[in-house]
């Protein structure tokens, strides 16, 4: 049966002839836990939530007529939960068989590389988002009505039916947010994950600084 992280831990996070007071020992074992569990517990609940929402977005668009957007932005937040759960799997491949100590930083080492690896995607995902968006609002026939109503009959310049000038401003910002999808990304990471992060870094330094 493999051992649970509590009854792991008992050794505490130092070498077994470290002069440190139990207590401590155990109150920075209680803490590693608390950051660990909440992070999975949260991680999971934001997966599940993305799954939720990909499928209220897919009924929804075909309600308002804009069912492409809705199909691309299915597919795209799948594939993220998909990437994310593979990710996941990595974290239970951690030797347990270690302290507290141990297990936090191959613990910090694979949170690190996760995010990493939506960082990397961040660059691709938000100039989808745009474009997912763009063509189900193209392809939506009472759109294109509303915004000539809006625009009064007037005609962009158009070369082979294409309207130049918009086509330019939509590649400006598909550009744009592929250079900054990485910034987006680490914005949105540190208002959800950002209070976690910062116990982990601090955690991990007290550790080490009591280890000597």
């Known amino acids: 049966m493999e051992k649970s ?11 077994n002839d470290a002069m440190v007071a139990p207590k401590l020992n155990n109150l920075y074992n209680q803490k590693s836990i608390h950051i660990i569990d909440k992070f999975k517990r949260m991680f999971k609940i934001n997966l599940n939530a993305l799954v939720i929402f990909s499928f209220f977005v897919l009924v929804v668009s075909f309600f308002v007529k804009i069912p492409v957007m809705g199909v691309l932005m299915f597919i ?5 939960v998909i990437v994310n759960k593979r990710l996941l ?3 239970n491949d951690i030797d347990k068989n270690v302290s507290s100590y141990q297990y936090l930083k191959s613990f910090d080492t694979w ?5 990493e690896v939506n960082y990397k995607m961040s660059r691709y995902i938000y100039p989808y988002i ?6 189900g609002f193209g392809f939506s026939s009472q759109f294109r009505e509303s915004l000539n109503r809006m625009l009064g009959g007037y005609q962009p310049y ?3 039916d294409i309207p130049v000038f918009w086509v330019l401003a939509m590649i400006v910002i598909i550009i744009l947010l592929a250079i900054f999808g990485g ?3 680490k914005w949105d990471l540190n208002i959800v994950y950002g209070r976690i992060i910062k116990k982990l870094d601090e955690l991990i330094t007290d550790m080490e600084d009591l280890r000597g």
């Open 183 to 185: 910034r987006i990304y």
């Open 111 to 115: 949170m690190k590389s996760q995010i």
């Open 130 to 135: 745009f474009i997912a968006m763009v063509s």
């Open 5 to 15: 992280i509590e009854s792991i831990w008992k050794q505490g996070f130092l070498e």
């Open 89 to 91: 799997k990595g974290l």
């Open 158 to 160: 158009m070369v082979f």
């Open 76 to 80: 795209l937040f799948n594939v993220i």
